[in-house]
Nanobody, 124 residues
């Protein structure tokens, strides 16, 4: 069972950047698609980005396309989310997740392993 630990969250002004990291307890390259989700206060958790096992395919929510970049370093067992041009509406707890099933990489129900989350706050 893979364990995931996020880091890199914090407080940033609008227009700024942050890079989130997700460290896995075991090698995930051959087994898991990795994703980032976020949950704002009073809202449901939503898809942000995902990356295939090899890193060859990436997927983004329309709201972050062109501003966020997901990447992975399988040798380091780490997935990253580079967030640029941050907006106040990006404020949320960001979660890293791992998917082993064959279902859609955009669907939260297909992810079986989750980190504890890291807070991102964007001030206006």
């Amino acid at each position: 069972q893979v364990q995931l630990v996020e880091s890199g969250g914090g407080l940033v002004q609008a227009g700024g950047s942050l890079r989130l990291s997700c460290a896995a307890s075991e090698r995930t390259s051959s087994t898991y698609t990795m994703g980032w989700f976020r949950q704002a206060p009073g809202k449901e958790r939503e898809f942000v980005a995902a990356i295939s096992r090899s890193g060859g395919n990436t997927y983004y929510a329309d709201s972050v396309k062109g501003r966020f970049t997901i990447s992975r370093d399988n040798a380091k067992k780490t997935v990253y989310l580079q967030m640029n041009s941050l907006k106040p509406e990006d404020t949320a707890v960001y979660y890293c997740a791992a998917k082993q099933s064959l279902g859609s990489s955009l669907s939260i129900v297909n992810y079986g392993y989750w980190g504890q989350g890291t807070q991102v706050t964007v001030s206006s």
